[in-house]
């Protein structure tokens, strides 16, 4: 007997969405008066607990900026530094989602990414999470 196949989950980011973290980096540097690279090497080092939800966006930037050692910017400053880059660079990857949309015809169709909570909204949003059976996000779960 052949193995069935149960259902198939795609990943978020890089897959169904571009990969938006180099323009990010590249503004959030420019934000903080720093270099890309150093502002890349701290937030990977504290972006788990976000992704997480084991703390708010305002408590990961505040951690972030006693890492670089600055003052923090404005709360509203902060609540968009995740939102705007990842608005104006990442698109949906429309091949992919047509093939989502062909294989949900046939099979479950889940979608699994660690992601944050703000990103999830946006794709919310975009309507992005309604070709899927299942959304599997680590801020959630």
């Known amino acids: 007997m052949g193995k069935e196949i149960k259902g198939i989950f795609f990943d978020l980011g890089g897959v169904l969405v571009g990969d938006s973290s180099s323009a990010f980096f590249r503004e959030t540097s420019k ?5 890309p690279g150093k502002v ?8 788990n607990s976000l992704e997480k939800g084991q703390e708010t966006t305002l408590q990961f ?17 902060l609540l968009t530094l995740l939102t705007k880059p990842y608005e104006k660079h990442v698109k949906i990857n429309r091949k992919t989602l047509k093939l989502v949309q062909e294989l949900r015809q046939n099979y479950p ?4 990414s660690n992601t944050v909570k703000e990103h ?7 309507g992005l999470f309604e070709n899927f059976d299942i959304v599997l996000l680590s801020h959630d779960v």
């Open 31 to 35: 934000r903080f008066n720093t270099t």
């Open 40 to 47: 890349k090497k701290i937030i990977q080092n504290e972006e």
């Open 61 to 77: 930037w505040v951690h972030v900026c006693k890492k670089l050692q600055i003052k923090c910017p404005s709360q509203k400053t």
């Open 109 to 112: 169709v889940g979608i699994i």
């Open 120 to 126: 999830s909204i946006i794709n919310k949003k975009r």
